[in-house]
């Protein structure tokens, strides 16, 4: 969704949302539970994820994955290849994913997207095309999205500018 400002070999190539500290499992994508049946048994991919439910919704379980107690230690999802990035189809990706580095969030009872600041990739600061796109489309889709999927809205954390 982000290919216009975003490449996917750029983002193949970092993989930084695709690994998580211990801080940051929050932000551990959601799956629906149609994939989430498909992808926690033999399937195409040849990987089996673990998953625990949340909000109608299901987590990967990454905390038994941690080999140290370093809170800085960093665990890759379980369906990132190291060499060619996500294994996952379209069909088959969360929505998250489809979205990163913005994310739908709840502030003060308002639906907002706001950008995560952390990718490096696209930087803090939201640039005049993302914003663009954001307002001339994206945004609409993933407003529409949150209203049949509401466990992808994220509460509101300090930091992370918004966009719309």
Known sequence: ???????????AACKFCCSFRRQSLWETPLFPPEVVEKLSRNNEYG??????????????????????D????EVPCTFLDP??????KGEDKPFDCSIWPLRIMNKDGELVIALTPTCPSI?????PELIELVKNGLGEKIFEYAKT???IIKEY???FPIIL
């Open 1 to 11: 969704m982000l290919s216009k400002i975003l490449s996917k070999n750029s983002c």
């Open 47 to 68: 990987v089996v994820g673990e998953f625990r439910e949340v909000q109608n919704a299901y987590r990967l379980v990454l905390e038994n994955n941690y080999c140290t």
């Open 70 to 73: 370093d809170p800085e230690e």
């Open 83 to 88: 060499q060619k990035g996500c294994i996952l």
């Open 123 to 127: 930087g803090a600061t939201p640039q």
């Open 149 to 151: 999927h509401p466990y």
């Open 157 to 159: 954390r300090e930091g």
